[in-house]
C-alpha cells in the first residue's frame, strides 16, 4: 500500500556464504524501484523506502541492543537518530550485504570529542550474519545489532537494489 511521508512520519567469525546476484533479484524498471530517501522510525522498528513523498516498501528491523536514545559513543549499542546520508555499500560484508550510513556527522564527532570519546563508525543497513540467515525469524525478534540497522537477507538483497548511493535517511526515534 502507498501512503503519504506525512502519515508515515506522523503516526566474530561467521561462515562466508556466497552471495546470488543481488542486481537482478527483481523484475523491474528502474524507475519502478528506486527509492530517493529512506526514512526509519526507531520506536515501531520500522524502516521506509520512499520515492517523491510515497512508500515504496516497508520492512521490520533490528536495531542496536540499547536502542534508546541518540548514539553517543562507540560502543553504547545504539543506533544513531539524525539525518544522514547512505553513502556507499558492502558487497562482502559479514552480514550477507551492507549499506553504509554516514555516521558520525560533524556535530556527532564534535560532541564525542567534547566528552573525550570515539563516536563510532560503520554503521550499516544490513543482513543477517553469514551462515545464518535461516535463523533471521528468530534473531529480528531482537534488537541484536550494535547500532546497525538488521533486516533478513531478502530484504537487504532489495533495499540494495532499490536504494543508490548517496539516497539520505531520516533516523527517527
Request: aromatic residues 8%; hydrophobic residues 35%; proline residues 5%.
Amino acid at each position: 500500500m502507498i501512503v503519504s511521508a506525512a502519515t508515515a512520519l506522523g503516526f566474530g567469525s561467521l561462515l562466508y556464504a556466497a552471495k546470488p546476484d543481488v542486481f537482478n533479484t527483481l523484475d523491474l524498471s528502474p524507475s519502478e524501484v528506486m527509492a530517493d530517501w529512506v526514512i526509519l522510525k526507531k520506536a515501531s522498528r520500522k524502516l521506509y523506502l520512499m520515492k517523491e513523498g510515497k512508500i515504496l516498501k516497508e520492512y521490520n528491523v533490528g536495531l542496536g541492543g540499547n536502542p534508546k536514545g541518540h548514539k553517543q559513543q562507540e560502543g553504547d549499542n545504539r543506533t544513531p537518530e539524525g539525518h544522514y546520508i547512505l553513502d556507499w555499500r558492502n558487497p562482502e560484508s559479514l552480514y550477507h550485504l551492507s549499506l553504509h550510513v554516514s555516521y558520525p556527522n560533524e556535530e556527532d564527532t564534535r560532541r564525542a570529542k567534547k566528552r573525550g570519546v570515539f563516536a563510532g563508525s560503520n554503521i550499516m543497513i544490513h543482513g543477517q550474519p553469514n551462515g545464518l540467515g535461516w535463523a533471521a525469524k528468530l534473531i529480528q525478534k531482537f534488537d541484536w545489532t550494535e547500532g546497525c540497522i538488521a533486516v533478513k537477507n531478502t530484504e537487504i538483497e532489495e533495499i540494495w537494489k532499490r536504494v543508490g548511493e548517496n539516497t539520505p535517511i531520516d533516523i527517527l526515534p
